[in-house]
T-cell receptor
Framework: GEDVEQSLFLSVREGDSSVINCTYT??????LYWYKQEPGAGLQLLTY???NMDMKQDQRLTVLLNKKDKHLSLRIADTQTGDSAIYFC????????????WGAGTKLIIKP | DTEVTQTPKHLVMGMTNKKSLKCEQH?????MYWYKQKAKKPPELMFV???????INESVPSRFSPECPNSSLLNLHLHALQPEDSALYLC??????????????FGPGTRLTVT
């Protein structure tokens, strides 16, 4: 079946690392995405990873993919107040013509 | 440039009004999308256009009517909406559709309130 799951909230202290987790169920998924949505704004594509990769790094962002456990994580190093947003995990699958299947979103709360 | 623009940013309309939402991209993308997003929820796909032809309609009520006049523009015509249609309407585009992934780039959205 098609299901992407995320915890709804994550609270971290400014300067710490944030790790946002996502699990997916469909074994035919090929690409996995992280989008960021700030209050009142659209969705910003942060990064994506192909399902034959294990890791992708881009500046403060590190994506880890555990294919065996169908687990995806987004690590944000040195979390800043500007990182406060909702982070959506999404997968695209060949079976669905590569349309996006979305998680519920994780709200990242930054404590001073 | 990965910019998708949408107008207006905010729209308030009555249930008998007719209005249109507009979306534009100049990235040469051939697939364009309309999504509806309720507060604190992920976006829900409404329509997909590929090469200016409607490719996917996710059983959207006929009071929403999409139009793709050319490869850069996408409109959503609204008529006789209900209060429950109030939401953030997001436009997105991608290089193409299917056959591998083409990441979708989103506009800032139009916040629609139906009174």
């Amino acid at each position: 079946g098609e299901d992407v799951e995320q915890s709804l909230f994550l609270s971290v202290r400014e300067g710490d690392s944030s790790v946002i987790n996502c699990t997916y169920t469909d074994s035919s998924s090929t690409y996995l995405y992280w989008y960021k949505q700030e209050p009142g704004a659209g969705l910003q594509l942060l990064t994506y990873i192909f399902s034959n990769m294990d890791m992708k790094q881009d500046q403060r962002l590190t994506v880890l993919l555990n294919k065996k456990d169908k687990h995806l994580s987004l690590r944000i190093a040195d979390t800043q107040t500007g990182d406060s947003a909702i982070y959506f995990c999404a997968e695209s699958m060949q079976d669905s013509n590569y349309q996006l299947i979305w998680g519920a979103g994780t709200k990242l709360i930054i404590k001073p | 440039d990965t910019e998708v623009t949408q107008t207006p940013k905010h729209l308030v309309m009555g249930m008998t009004n007719k209005k249109s939402l507009k979306c534009e991209q100049h990235m040469g993308h051939r697939a364009m999308y309309w999504y509806k997003q309720k507060a604190k929820k992920p976006p829900e796909l409404m329509f997909v256009y590929s090469y200016e032809k409607l490719s996917i309609n996710e059983s959207v009520p006929s009071r929403f009517s999409p139009e793709c006049p050319n490869s850069s523009l996408l409109n959503l015509h609204l008529h006789a909406l209900q209060p429950e249609d109030s939401a953030l309407y997001l436009c997105a585009s991608s290089l193409n559709l299917g056959q591998g992934t083409y990441e979708q780039y989103f506009g800032p959205g139009t916040r629609l309130t139906v009174t």
